[in-house]
């Protein structure tokens, strides 16, 4: 991690300490190997605190794996018809068309959040479904439309999902969500959070369900707690990231940070990530201090 400012091989026995200057501000990394005698030789370097610290920083990404992947747009019903209208998607495109260099293959989910607008509409449930029905085939013709003038994009490797049918697929969401609301009921903390990831609106029980769940989704699709179709990658992906125009909600981090139902998922380089497509960052909401969202 970080640019080795020196590296030698040390006597195990050697005064360690004294051989690397500004100790307090160098982290000290090594490792063991053998030798061709059959001895194992130690292998001392060290990294500033600073090139440590720059590479926690929000970042872009240079290129995408090459092992088969999904990426996942999330669609804000909201902002469907304006900022994330599916032109506009496909400018964010062309740059991750850039990051794709010789992989076995990326497939994309368009995920409509229709269901998760439930619990802020004041709309009758009849108006709501005529209305998020009318966007969400408009927006999705849009961008088949586009697709079809576009012979370097492959039309299948497209998924067009609603919130509803994502949580659909999950046996397990019912309980999870309610973990979370019984922990947002006790945490100051994850209260905070809550309150400042919904701006100037009024934070009763629907607001704070809807800022959790949209949280909870996120963090179990990076955790492989769900399951995507895709006529591309017929589920052989290996990584899966969450992209969206705009930075993460602290409410999310919060929840990657206490990871309260120890969640794990190697196989995912990107399993504590969030992209920002705006602002072209990779965000490691495992790490980062909430001060980068």
Known sequence: MGQH????????????????????????????YPCQSGKLKFSFGYDT??????NLKPHDINQFPHDEGLVVFGISMSKISNTQRAENYFSYLEEFLRKIV????????????DYLYMHTANDTPQALRAKYVE??????????????????????????LTWGQLLLNSREFTTYFSEIKKMYRDDQELQEY?????GDKE?????????????LVLYLIAKGKFSFPNDYIQHREKWILNCYPGKPLMTEG??????IFEF??????????????????????????????
């Open 5 to 32: 400012m020196g590296r030698e091989d040390i006597d195990p026995g050697a005064d360690v300490a004294n051989s690397f200057p500004n100790w307090r501000n160098e982290v000290l990394t090594w490792s063991i």
């Open 49 to 54: 605190l600073k090139d440590m610290n720059e």
């Open 102 to 113: 010789k992989t076995d293959g990326i497939g994309a989910i368009i995920l409509y959040s």
């Open 135 to 160: 966007s969400m085939l408009q927006h999705k013709n849009s961008f088949l439309n586009v697709l079809k003038k576009r012979r370097d994009l492959i039309p299948k490797a497209y998924t067009f």
């Open 194 to 198: 809550v309150k400042i990831d919904s």
């Open 203 to 215: 934070v009763n029980e629907n607001q704070a369900n809807f800022i959790l769940e949209e949280s």
């Open 254 to 259: 919060y929840l990657y940070q206490k990871n």
């Open 264 to 293: 794990k998922n190697p196989d995912n380089i990107y399993e504590n990530s969030y992209y920002d497509l705006e602002s072209k960052l990779l965000f490691d909401l495992s790490k980062h201090q909430f001060k980068d969202f």
